[in-house]
């Protein structure tokens, strides 16, 4: 039943998509202008150079005294014969694509840019025309000194509803045949196919084989040598390798035993699970990995299911670290709308006390932590879950009978080395290795980007909720991550050969390494996926599909499911974000207006409903990587995982948008009313439609 309902909502999603018009296609380009900023132009020395790299060196661009760089933007059109368009927006969307894009090539480059011309035309500043052609997409640069730079993107067409194919394809076939190792590959073997298709001289045999050599050199080969996706890898096999040794030290079982003074039954190790997950606010693939690899085996000794546990870790990871300021997203979340901030008569510094007022209207995020307190408290589930926990309470099976865990038994039956006496310290001084060198190492990386950019910044600037908020979300945290699982790994190996049993624990080591052969592909899968669907141009697609129905008091809601569905059918929070958040201020700000919200309140409702949907589809959606990481954390069948947490998670989705956004907007409610009320809401939803699973009181099977 649970299965067909998943795979019920899936078609009637497809369907939905389906049946909408076709998205404008001038709009999808100009959301796509930014990827003619890779493009090389040949220097007059005959070097060839990327057209970002040219534009931010050209006359219209110049640095004050501090160092740092100003670029004034002229005018900014997109213009096509082939696809005449009447809509007058997408001048602004270019600008806007092309703003945001040169800003991320200076941040790359190490340095920031200052942007004069970020919503209306700088006198003297650079012109640029783009055409969308039949035979691809074409930028011209008119630098203020008369030099003019153009570059091709050949091959380039609007994409069409086919692109919604390849992601959505990957889930359905993933909850249908509960393999998602083979669904992600069809996924991305099925766009590689389609963009073969785009080719004028391919037919379909053709572009079946050739795509299917491109998921080897576009996809996987990029992933493989990506130095962000290796630390992530080599943070993940390090994690579980140092639960690995801990375990076999006897560190787990000595800090189950002092856990166990708290925890004394399955209700109550729920809890501790969800407030671990809580306490693990700064990264959200860090609270995933720790809070299912260390509260594995005492909700295994409790006959807590694997999908509760994993469904316990997910949804303390992104919503946790969305919401808290001192987190590896911070900084993120508001670079990608503070540079639209003068379009509210705001400055672009005043975007961390823009994300403060959206705070209380981060409804998912909020109803998110509180189910999951509410249904670990209580001790009570419904639909697919409540048969996962009364089957593990009553059969003892964790796991539901054929399922796959991303994790091998071999890892997670592990026990302590015969006549070795537990001790909670073989664990806890890894875990807190790994927390403090993880939190010195951001701190390092972010104090020394911070002074890069304000050579006298003083330590009394840092020491300021803003100062910690920007600090935390300027450090490189994948790097931190790997460093600091690292640390720990060493610790735990050293504690266990102080006892005598370093051979044995490096065997466990071993074990646990060789079962993450399934995990790490499913995750590269769910990277590539990410990868395709950015190819085939399907976020920018259904962001241009679904905006233009727009009206100033469903902006939030419709802004709360387009980004829901962005984020859902490519896996991604970040990148759903960096998308859409560019364009909502001065959405919110123009439709406000018109309206009783007026637009600063608009924008900021607008701006909250982005992040919320972000999060919400990427919870969802099996190809979400840290849905993955979730499921490998738990040893949880990763499609099972996904099954059990949907419900929840559609039911909290449905409560923010009916009890919060709708009502905040259209009769004005104060947020903390609306979240009154959706609380009670859902607790009543718990007590009165939930069932216990068992007596919680259980023997250590």
Not at 383 to 395: D, F, K, Q, T, Y
Not at 668 to 684: D, F, I, K
Request: aromatic share 6%.
């Amino acid at each position: 039943m649970g299965r067909a309902l998943s795979v019920l909502a899936v078609l009637l999603l497809a369907g939905a998509l389906l049946w909408l018009p076709s998205a404008d296609p001038v709009r999808v380009a100009a959301l796509r202008v930014s990827d003619l900023l890779a493009q090389e132009v040949v220097r007059a020395d005959g070097s060839r150079a990327p057209l970002a790299a040219e534009l931010l060196a050209g006359s219209a661009a110049v640095r004050d005294p501090q160092g740092r760089l100003l670029l004034r933007l002229g005018g900014v059109r997109i213009v096509s014969s082939a696809y005449p368009s009447g809509d007058l927006l997408v001048h602004g969307l270019a600008r806007r694509s092309l703003a945001s894009a040169l800003r991320q090539w200076a941040h790359q480059s190490g340095g920031t840019l200052q942007l004069e011309g970020e919503l209306t035309p700088a006198p003297g500043g650079l012109n640029v025309l783009v055409e969308l052609e039949p035979a691809g997409l074409a930028l011209r640069a008119d630098a203020p000194d008369g030099a003019s730079l153009a570059v091709r993107s050949a091959g380039w067409r609007p994409p069409g509803r086919e692109v919604l194919f390849p992601p959505l394809a990957a889930i359905l076939l993933a909850i249908l045949f509960r393999r998602p190792v083979l669904a992600l590959f069809a996924g991305v073997w099925a766009a590689m196919f389609l963009l073969r298709l785009r080719a004028p001289d391919s037919g379909a045999p053709g572009a079946l084989l050739r795509g299917l050599q491109d998921v080897g050199t576009r996809l996987l080969w990029p992933e493989v040598v990506d130095p962000q996706r290796l630390q992530t890898t080599g943070f993940v096999i390090a994690m579980l390798c140092m639960v690995g040794v801990m375990t076999r030290s006897g560190g787990i079982r000595g800090l189950m035993d002092l856990v166990a003074v708290y925890a004394r039954d399955a209700r109550r190790t729920q809890v501790a699970a969800w407030l671990v997950g809580l306490a693990v606010f700064f990264d959200d693939y860090a609270n995933c990995i720790l809070v299912g690899t260390t509260m594995r085996p005492l909700c295994d000794r409790f006959r807590i299911s694997r999908e509760k546990l994993a469904y316990l870790v997910d949804s303390t990871a992104a919503p946790v670290a969305g919401l808290c300021l001192f987190s590896t997203w911070i900084a993120f979340e508001v670079s990608t709308f503070s540079a639209q901030l003068p379009a509210a008569g705001l400055l672009p510094s005043e975007g961390y006390a823009v994300f403060l007022q959206t705070l209380p209207f981060r409804f998912y995020c909020l109803l998110t932590l509180l189910l999951a307190g509410a249904i670990a408290c209580s001790g009570r589930d419904f639909g697919p879950m409540l048969a996962a926990e009364r089957r593990a309470r009553s059969a003892g099976l964790l796991v539901r009978s054929g399922g796959r865990p991303l994790v091998k038994d071999a890892a997670t039956h592990l026990d302590p080395v015969p006549g070795l006496t537990p001790r909670a310290h073989r664990a806890l001084l890894p875990l807190l290795a790994f927390v403090v060198v993880t939190t010195l190492e951001v701190v390092r990386v972010g104090l020394a980007a911070l002074r890069a950019r304000e050579p006298d910044l003083a330590l009394s600037d840092v020491l300021t909720l803003r100062g910690l908020t920007d600090l935390f979300g300027n450090g490189d945290s994948t790097r931190a991550l790997l460093l600091g699982s690292s640390s720990g790994l060493a610790l735990a190996l050293i504690l266990a050969c102080s006892v005598g049993v370093g051979r044995e624990v490096l065997r466990a080591a071993w074990t646990t390494l060789r079962s993450l052969g399934i995990a790490i592909a499913i995750l590269y899968l769910a990277w590539m996926t990410g990868r395709a669907c950015d190819l085939l141009s399907t976020a920018p697609y259904l962001t241009a599909l679904l905006g233009d129905h727009l009206a100033p008091e469903l902006l939030p809601a419709i802004l709360f499911l387009t980004s829901s569905l962005v984020a859902f059918s490519t896996g991604s929070s970040w990148g759903t974000m960096s998308i859409l958040l560019p364009l909502v201020v001065g959405l919110g700000i123009h439709l406000g207006g018109d309206s009783h919200l007026g637009g600063r309140l608009l924008m900021v409702m607008s701006i909250a409903a982005v992040l919320e949907g972000s999060i919400f589809g990427d919870h969802c959606s099996p190809i979400s990587d840290t849905t993955v990481l979730s499921s490998t954390a738990s040893a949880c069948d990763h499609i099972d995982h996904v099954r059990t947490q949907l419900p929840y998670a559609v039911v909290t989705m449905l409560v923010a948008l009916c009890v919060g956004y709708l009502p905040c907007a259209f009769a004005g409610h104060h947020p903390a009313l609306s979240l009154a009320l959706a609380a009670a809401l859902l607790l009543m939803l718990v007590l009165g439609f939930g069932r216990k699973s068992a007596p919680t009181a259980l023997p250590a099977p």
